[in-house]
Nanobody
Framework: QVRLEESGGGSVQNGGSLRLSCAAS????????MGWHRQGPGKQRELVAQ???????TYVDSVKGRFTISRDNARRTVYLEMNSLKPEDTAVYYC???????????????WGQGTQVTVSS
């Protein structure tokens, strides 16, 4: 029904930058909040950043000032610009989207498959 395709992960050194992208496709009436979660080795999954359909953003404290989330509603795409990366940012990053499939339906959460980000010291 809905597919979230992530791209942009990879390996960088401490202090480097990466940009993640996630495009939603399928039968979609509207998209509410979009975001990025991550799960590092031996850690619980956490919400990194979220953006509403109107552009309001929230961030976990550990990435404030370093990461920027944005979205292109026309392209149904959400981005995560990551600067000043640290080894503790190493994780699988998952895109999420709160999607309404039909006009009379309710919003449901969909997840991407994840993309690996590795930051070496």
């Amino acid at each position: 029904q809905v597919r979230l395709e992530e791209s942009g992960g990879g390996s960088v050194q401490n202090g480097g930058s990466l940009r993640l992208s996630c495009a939603a496709s399928g039968i979609i009436f509207s998209i509410g909040d979009m975001g990025w979660h991550r799960q590092g080795p031996g850690k619980q999954r956490e919400l990194v950043a979220q953006v509403t359909s109107g552009g309001l953003t929230t961030y976990v404290d550990s990435v404030k000032g370093r990461f920027t989330i944005s979205r292109d509603n026309a392209r149904r795409t959400v981005y995560l610009e990551m600067n000043s990366l640290k080894p503790e940012d190493t994780a699988v990053y998952y895109c999420t989207a709160n999607v309404k499939l039909v006009s009379i339906g309710s919003y449901r959460d969909f997840w991407g498959q994840g993309t690996q980000v590795t930051v070496s010291s």
